[in-house]
């Protein structure tokens, strides 16, 4: 190899970079000219440092220095140039710069701009020195611009849309994003690619799009999985965009898979640790995140970076905000953070000033409450930020200091502006998923809101504000109807992989290998419905007078529990009017639940249970005397998430009046007003698997008009066909709830499993569903007061009402109950009449009445 070819392989390396070191080990280090083994040296110096293994790395290039010293000044200078940036990446910032400038100053040309790209992406992205990282790049592309140095005019320009992100500038930032990209596809520079989709989610997501951002994040990650390698940079704002999403376990996976993954040289380990820490915090694990965002703090300081320091150093504070020892040395902290970002106008700086404000309550003294203030002050300036995440931190500061200062109407009005700014952000995302962990970002300010609202003595405020932000992700308006054929092939997929799995495990074969196959086709369908936009439109803030119109017009009452400080409270609208009860202690509500759904399990098993004391624990524990002078009116219950599978007909007062519940008052009020595409058209489905689904021949029986699917015909593609706009679907076959993640629940039909992805590629939602399968209204709470399940999933969907059993049924008394509620259904009268029919033919017996309490009606 001549110097002409090994300047190309240095030149090029990063299209491959193992087989550049390959080569220049096999022909350029051997060589006895000095010129070609510095060349190969240095090859090799950089291939190691991005790999990791920094002090192999150094080893090489100290030799490719000590070479090149004995060829020319700008192959030193060259060498220099490299040598310093990794002395950079190893933590040892000073040392590098000095190198890096050192060379900067011995050369001109073509070489001179390559060294001031690698200084500007130091002074840019190590010390976060935007504006002498912009000027390098100036003078570096004002050279390369003139020359047909292609690949280094692509790293130039890539350089210049990060520092101009960084100076604000998202447009400018964007056409150097475009234009390096299109000089890198035309060189066929995967690597480079792969980079480029990465800036294209991370300005999307500085943009707060977030379907976006996790679109091109993953087409990133796929990238580089299929060139072996790892970025450490797309891990960091991958984990970053999935704690923006609410989704703190996902990035927790994320970050923990890359430490994982390979040796890190220190500047990746504190990035890594950074994000560690975020997500740990996130989750509510606060020995870990202190753990990492000290770690991460302590080699922020050794490198140099500030800006980084900034954000570790916040970690670390959140995670001891609740500590009670010694608020005030914690004080100073605060300080010193908040004066650190407020000098460097980092994004982080409302945060800060939030949580300075939040330790600063708990010091004694004027200066502490003077600084509280301030920072309140300053962090409500934040209110009219262009992303609404920053702009709802705005208003809740905002909030507060109306809260100190006694103005409630003030507060009631910032907390519901911060809510719209949210509102606004949740109506761009078409996950349900999304949606649902999102609104943990409106968990504070609905918090505020309510306890402002209780302040006010007015009930009818109360109930506006226990609504404001319950279900939120289900109410509002979904995007497009239907899955993309992806989606589509992908969920065929996934479905045949779970049968051939649980074909597997009945004969006793190995599952390891099929096991891996279905959760690598499980992350597959959720990456791409992550994907899916929202449509922009908000759900709709409950009007009371209209709610209270509602249930006059229907002779109903809605009793909607909040629970505030530990407290349950029940808010009773009817007639007119709406009345506050204070009920009692939120966890002897939670406790009586549990012992209910214990008891009902008890008494399908045919063993003794104490349904009766249940019932009537419960009736004290979560309604108090809210039903006193009830009358024979009908009950809708809107509970909180933590206590939506409760079995309402076992509750004495409620056992013999139609009785609903429902996630929210705004979706009572919209499946109220829905209509079924076609009144009549009733389906049955029952694959008859093992025991269960006895019932669908004998409600058959009883109504020639229905259609059925039975047996084989059974299969998913066919019932989804079925239920697909269907006035009543009934869908008997065993349910699998899965907690890890909830819309994975399933049905198992003929040829596998119906999943809840599955029902939300219907075009048309069916009007009412029955689920008699075993805990098939289990959902789980997500976010602030979200839910996600397969009732869930259909009422988000449209539908009108879902029956489903919270607990194990016996099978045979399912059919006595189910023959019961359709006997009533086709006499007239919504789900809730139904299903007191079916507790009304139960009684007398212990099996049969513990079957239809097990099962309750979500909506109409």
């Given at each position: ?219 990133a990650s796929d990238r580089f999985d ?20 609410g989704m703190p376990a996902d990035a ?285 439109e908000t759900a709709q803030v409950l ?318």
């Amino acid at each position: 190899m001549d110097r002409g070819e090994a300047e190309e392989l240095l030149r090029t390396l990063f299209a491959d970079p193992e087989g550049a070191r390959t080569r220049a080990l096999a022909e350029l280090v051997p060589d006895p000219h000095p010129a070609l083994a510095s060349i190969g040296h240095q090859v090799v110096g950089i291939v190691l440092r991005d790999s990791g293994r920094t002090d192999e790395a150094l080893a090489h290039l100290r030799r490719a220095l000590a070479l090149a010293r004995r060829v020319d000044g700008d192959r030193a200078a060259d060498v220099r140039a490299t040598l310093g940036g990794t002395l950079v990446y190893a933590g040892r910032t000073r040392e590098g710069l000095a190198q890096l400038d050192r060379a900067a100053a011995e050369l001109d040309g073509l070489p001179l701009a390559r060294v001031l790209v690698r200084r500007a992406r130091v002074l840019s992205f190590t010390l976060e020195d935007f504006e002498a990282g912009a000027d390098d790049l100036s003078r570096a592309l004002e050279i390369l611009d003139g020359s047909d140095d292609d690949v280094w005019r692509a790293r130039a320009l890539h350089l210049e849309g990060l520092t101009r992100t960084g100076l604000g500038d998202l447009e400018a930032a964007r056409r150097a994003f475009d234009e390096s990209m299109r000089i890198h596809a035309a060189l066929g520079e995967r690597a480079a690619i792969a980079v480029g989709v990465h800036t294209v989610g991370w300005l999307a997501f500085l943009e707060g799009d977030l379907p976006r951002a996790l679109e091109a994040y993953a087409d990133a990650s796929d990238r580089f999985d299929a060139l072996d390698m790892t970025s450490v940079d797309l891990v960091y704002d991958r984990c970053s965009v999935y704690l923006a999403a609410g989704m703190p376990a996902d990035a927790l996976e994320v970050v923990e898979r890359a430490l994982d993954a390979r040796p890190l040289i220190e500047v990746e380990q504190a990035d890594l640790r950074l994000a560690l820490a975020g997500a740990a915090v996130a989750a509510g694990d606060r020995a870990r995140a202190r753990s990492a965002a000290d770690a991460a703090c302590r080699l922020f300081r050794r490198q140099g970076r500030e800006r980084h320091w900034i954000r570790a150093e916040l970690f670390a504070i959140s995670a001891r905000a609740e500590e009670t020892a010694r608020p005030s040395r914690l004080l100073h902290r605060v300080e010193a953070l908040v004066a650190a970002a407020r000098e460097a106008a980092a994004p982080e700086l409302p945060q800060a000033l939030l949580l300075g404000a939040r330790v600063g309550t708990r010091v004694r003294g004027a200066r502490a409450g003077s600084l509280v203030d301030q920072w309140l002050e300053e962090a409500s300036s934040f209110r009219n930020a262009d992303i609404g995440t920053t702009r709802a931190l705005g208003w809740l500061a905002a909030a507060r200091r109306r809260d100190a200062a006694g103005d409630v109407g003030g507060v009631l009005r910032a907390c519901e502006r911060g809510l719209q700014a949210l509102d606004a952000h949740q109506a761009t995302l078409g996950s349900l998923e999304l949606r649902a962990g999102s609104a943990g970002h409106g968990s504070d300010l609905a918090e505020l809101g309510t306890r402002a609202a209780m302040t006010s003595g007015d009930p009818r405020q109360l109930l506006r504000w226990s609504e404001r932000w319950r279900a939120t992700a289900l109410a509002t308006p979904v995007g497009t109807t239907g899955h993309d054929p992806g989606t589509r092939a992908d969920l065929v997929a996934l479905r045949a992989q779970r049968q051939r799995l649980d074909e597997a495990r009945a004969t006793g074969a190995l599952t390891d290998a099929l096991e891996a196959r279905a959760v690598r086709l499980e992350q597959q369908v959720r990456r791409r419905l992550l994907h899916e936009r929202g449509t922009g439109e908000t759900a709709q803030v409950l009007g009371v007078g209209a709610l209270l119109e509602a249930v006059t017009e229907d002779d109903t009452v809605l009793v909607e529990l909040t629970e505030l400080d530990g407290v349950l409270h029940a808010l009773v609208a009817g007639r007119g009017r709406v009345r506050h009860r204070v009920v009692g202690g939120s966890a002897a509500a939670a406790a009586a639940v549990d012992f209910a759904l214990f008891s009902l399990r008890q008494a399908a098993r045919g063993r003794r249970a104490q349904l009766e004391v249940a019932g009537a624990r419960l009736e004290r524990a979560l309604l108090g005397d809210a039903l006193t002078s009830l009358g024979e009116q009908r009950v809708v219950v809107c509970a909180p998430a933590a206590l939506q599978g409760v079995p309402w007909g076992l509750l004495p007062s409620l056992a013999r009046r139609p009785v609903t519940g429902t996630p929210s008052a705004r979706l009572w009020l919209r499946a109220r007003s829905s209509v079924p595409v076609d009144e009549r058209r009733v389906m049955l489905v029952g694959p008859g698997l093992g025991s269960g689904g006895a019932e669908v021949p004998a409600v058959a029986s009883q109504d020639p008009d229905a259609e059925v699917l039975d047996g084989d015909e059974a299969t998913v593609s066919a019932a989804l066909r079925a239920l697909d706009g269907a006035a009543l679907a009934h869908v008997a076959a065993h349910g699998h709830f899965r907690e890890d993640s909830p819309l994975f629940s399933s049905l198992t039909l003929a040829d596998g499993p119906l999943l809840v992805h599955d029902l939300q590629g219907l075009e048309r939602p069916p009007h009412r569903v029955v689920l008699s399968a075993c805990e098939s209204g289990v959902m789980q709470p997500v976010g602030d007061q979200e839910l996600l399940g397969l009732a869930a999933a259909l009422l988000s969907m449209g539908t009108a009402g879902v029956v489903s059993s919270l607990a194990e049924v016996d099978d045979a008394a399912t059919v006595d109950v189910m023959v019961a509620l359709h006997a009533r259904l086709r006499g007239g009268g919504g789900l809730g009449d139904a299903m007191l029919a079916a507790r009304e033919a139960a009684a007398g017996d212990a099996v049969l009445a513990a079957t239809a309490a097990s099962f309750t009606v979500l909506g109409i």
